[in-house]
């Protein structure tokens, strides 16, 4: 069993800076697949970027450029460095994990839904103009 708990949201202005942290806490075999998704008010989760076993990384079109994704050496903390934050980008941000393989690699994380996998319970990150 997994447990991801969020930190790091808050308000900022357009152009600002925020770094997003998750924490994993219980057991789990290997390296976690890790994502992170956000999902604004009115709107449907959307995913945001992915963390492969291998340390690669993938990145949805409205975020490439501006976020980071990355894990700390200990693989337990999974983060999200944003910058040049545009309004578009207030929303709820999840932390997601999951152990799913595809060929070798991490079932691919643009794919995971709500109800597969371990989410944590959000941190609201609000940009204003």
């Known amino acids: 069993q997994v447990q991801l708990v969020e930190s790091g949201g808050g308000s900022v202005q357009a152009g600002g800076s925020l770094k997003l942290s998750c924490v994993a806490y219980?057991?789990?075999?290997?390296?976690?697949?890790m994502a992170w998704f956000r999902q604004a008010p009115g709107k449907e989760r959307e995913w945001v970027a992915g963390?492969?076993?291998?340390?690669?990384?993938t990145y949805a079109d409205s975020v490439k450029g501006r976020f980071t994704i990355s894990r700390d050496n200990h693989k337990v903390t999974l983060f999200l460095q944003m910058n040049n934050l545009v309004p578009e980008d207030t929303a709820m941000y999840y932390c997601?994990?999951?152990?799913?393989?595809?060929?070798?690699?991490?079932?691919?994380?643009?794919?995971?839904?709500?109800?597969?996998?371990?989410w944590g319970q959000g941190t609201q990150v609000t940009v204003s103009s």
């Open positions: 997601a994990a999951d152990n799913r393989r595809r060929q070798g690699n991490c079932y691919p994380s643009e794919l995971w839904t709500a109800d597969s996998g371990y």
């Open positions: 219980g057991s789990w075999y290997g390296t976690l697949c």
């Open positions: 963390l492969d076993s291998d340390g690669s990384t």
